[in-house]
């Protein structure tokens, strides 16, 4: 499957933005989907996942209440709608989709990623 992530820009702190990954070439409804970033020098961290159907969704404790992952099968797409936005929160985001990841926030699961997103957030 092929991903391409849209959707990242340079919004002020308390902003919004939100995120779109398009996936195709595979069967998108087959693809457990996960949202990493990857902040300069540091290396990249969970942000969120979602299961097949989209009934269940998780989150790292750093953007809980604030981010919120959701997809639509019908439009092989998935996003990440981000609220209340961060300085810390400036990274490249990366969309993310295995059949079956082992764990769901660890980057190795996953074995399709998306060209990633700039997303900036100034203070």
């Known amino acids: 499957v092929q991903l391409q992530a849209s959707g990242g820009g340079l919004v002020q702190a308390g902003g919004s933005l939100r995120l779109s990954c398009a996936a195709s070439g595979g069967t998108f409804s087959s693809y457990r989907m996960a949202w990493f970033r990857q902040a300069p020098g540091k290396e990249r961290e969970f942000v969120a996942a979602?299961?097949?159907?989209?009934?269940?969704?998780y989150y790292a404790d750093s953007v809980k209440g604030r981010f919120t992952a959701s997809r639509d099968n019908a439009k092989n797409t998935v996003y990440l709608q981000m609220n209340s936005l961060k300085p810390e929160d400036t990274a490249v985001y990366y969309c993310?989709?295995?059949?079956?990841?082992?764990?769901?926030?660890?980057?190795?699961?996953?074995?399709?990623w998306g060209q990633g997103t700039q997303v900036t957030v100034s203070s």
């Open positions: 993310a989709a295995d059949l079956h990841p082992k764990n769901r926030d660890l980057s190795y699961d996953y074995a399709y």
């Open positions: 979602i299961s097949w159907s989209g009934s269940n969704t």
